[in-house]
């Protein structure tokens, strides 16, 4: 299986920036396409960025042209940074991994935006 440790979350005023890094371990041979997510108290889990095995990149409409994900396939990690952060962005955000039918998560990472 896979497992997925994510890092980097905080605490930050608006405008600031803040890189999550999520490190895959296990049968990392099998992912296909990582992303991350994020969840608000009282809200669904939605996709904010997600990187394919070929580079290509998806982003939320909400965070296009302020946040940016990449990996690091020697590190096996993916990278989230985000800039001109808004208290909207507040959440919890998970790292995902998607391959062979299999879907793993990461414990998530707190990131708090303030006004």
Same mark, same amino acid.
């Not at 990278?79 to 299999?102: H, I, R």
């Given at each position: ?41 009282? *809200? ?17 409409? $909400?965070? *296009?042209?302020?946040?940016?994900? $990449? ?45």
């Amino acid at each position: 299986q896979v497992q997925l440790v994510e890092s980097g979350g905080g605490l930050v005023q608006a405008g600031g920036s803040l890189r999550l890094s999520c490190a895959a371990s296990g049968s990392i041979f099998s992912i296909n396409q990582m992303g991350w997510y994020r969840q608000a108290p009282g *809200k669904q889990r939605d996709m904010v960025a997600r990187i394919i095995n070929g580079g290509s990149t998806n982003y939320a409409d $909400s965070v *296009k042209g302020r946040f940016t994900i $990449s990996r690091d396939n020697a590190k096996n990690t993916v990278y989230l940074q985000m800039n001109s952060l808004k208290p909207e962005d507040t959440a919890v955000y998970y790292c995902n991994a998607y391959g062979f039918g299999q879907v793993y998560w990461g414990q998530g990472t707190q990131v708090t935006v303030s006004s």
